[in-house]
């Protein structure tokens, strides 16, 4: 399977190089028809910075008091507070003290906040950062969260977005759908792969793949 693998450059910042591998694989949405390794920009100094700068350049001019990392983006959500607050001596959030913080996962799957940790949620500009949005889903479960603790969306930011927008909110990414050559998402029922018992290749998360 990996010898298959393509190295795609990021149309917003050519210093930004991923790996993705075709084939039929399983998230816990939807079946795709790509791998795309993601981990570089999660932990990779350099790699991870100049993620962190395309989101600030998105988002100057936007109030963000805190950005909440989802799928283990909190070394970009770090420099991405950075970025925000020094990069940019004349933006709204120039000198500002940023909290990066993760939601916890309940044991009916529901993200929540301690309440230690809910005072940065209350009535603050928060930015959701995630490393992947093929469905959107797990974008809009962190919404509802970020409703019912009274939190006002400042954006959503994904390494990779299939989706453009969600509902009437825009997507701000490095990578996007037309990155990937022919990159496509179905439920299982409207698979084309499965109808035509294509063989699937990996489960797939965010921690990466395990073959099947």
């Known amino acids: 399977m990996e010898a298959r693998i393509i190295e795609i450059t990021s149309s917003r910042n050519s210093n930004i190089k991923i790996g993705a591998i075709p ?23 350099k790699t991870s910075k100049e993620a962190a700068r395309v989101f600030a350049a998105d988002f100057a001019n936007t109030p963000v008091d805190t ?16 970025s925000l607050s020094e990069d940019f001596p004349h ?13 916890e996962m309940n044991s009916n799957k529901q993200m ?15 930015l959701v950062l995630i490393s992947s949005a093929s ?6 479960a962190c919404l509802e969260c970020l409703t019912y603790y009274s939190g006002n969306l400042a954006g959503v930011a994904a390494l990779f977005s299939a989706v453009e927008e969600l509902g009437k909110i825009p997507v701000s990414a490095v990578f996007y759908k037309d ?13 084309p ?15 990466g793949y395990s073959k099947v």
Not at 112 to 126: E, M
Not at 135 to 140: A, D, S, W
């Open 67 to 82: 950005i909440i990392c989802l799928e283990g983006t909190q070394v970009i959500g770090a420099f991405l507070a950075e």
């Open 193 to 207: 792969m499965c109808r035509d018992k294509v063989k699937v290749d990996a489960m797939i998360n965010d921690h």
């Open 179 to 191: 990155d990937l050559p022919k990159y496509e998402s179905f439920t299982l029922s409207e698979c």
């Open 112 to 126: 929540i906040f301690r309440d230690d940790s809910q005072s940065v949620i209350w009535n603050k500009n928060v």
């Open 23 to 45: 084939g039929h694989f399983i998230t816990g949405h939807s079946h795709v028809n790509y791998y795309v390794d993601m981990h570089s920009l999660k932990r990779q100094f």
């Open 91 to 103: 933006s709204v959030n120039s000198g500002a003290d940023i909290n990066v913080i993760t939601p």
């Open 135 to 140: 469905t959107g889903r797990t974008v809009e």
